[in-house]
């Protein structure tokens, strides 16, 4: 069964940094992209940035320039480094993988439990 887990969550203060984490595990075959999501209060849920096995990475208008979004594939792990972390950036982010599980022919997408950042002072 697949699994993704997030870590890193927490309070930071304004201007601070924080890093996120997401690991995959499970029978995987292969991971096609790697995103992560967020959703504040009463906003709905939006891509904040992605990044394919191949191909250009995306970020958000609101991230670019503070956070930065990789991975490690040898880990199945994929990571948010955020910076110049402002207030509007409070919500609950989330994982998401595109991937393929042993034995199967098709991609699925597969989600974290979601990690709380608060940006307070």
């Known amino acids: 069964q697949v699994q993704l887990v997030e870590s890193g969550g927490g309070l930071v203060q304004p201007g601070g940094s924080r890093r996120l984490s997401c690991a995959a595990s499970g029978r995987i075959s292969s991971i096609n992209v790697m995103g992560w999501y967020r959703q504040a209060p009463g906003k709905q849920r939006e891509l904040v940035a992605s990044?394919?096995?191949?191909?250009?990475?995306y970020y958000a208008d609101s991230v670019k320039g503070r956070f930065t979004i990789s991975r490690d594939n040898a880990k199945n792990t994929g990571y948010l480094q955020m910076n110049s972390l402002k207030p509007e950036d409070t919500a609950v982010y989330y994982c998401?993988?595109?991937?393929?599980?042993?034995?199967?022919?098709?991609?699925?997408?597969?989600w974290g439990q979601g990690t709380q950042v608060t940006v307070s002072s």
């Open positions: 990044v394919p096995s191949g191909g250009s990475i």
């Open positions: 998401s993988a595109d991937l393929r599980p042993v034995g199967s022919i098709f991609r699925e997408t597969y």
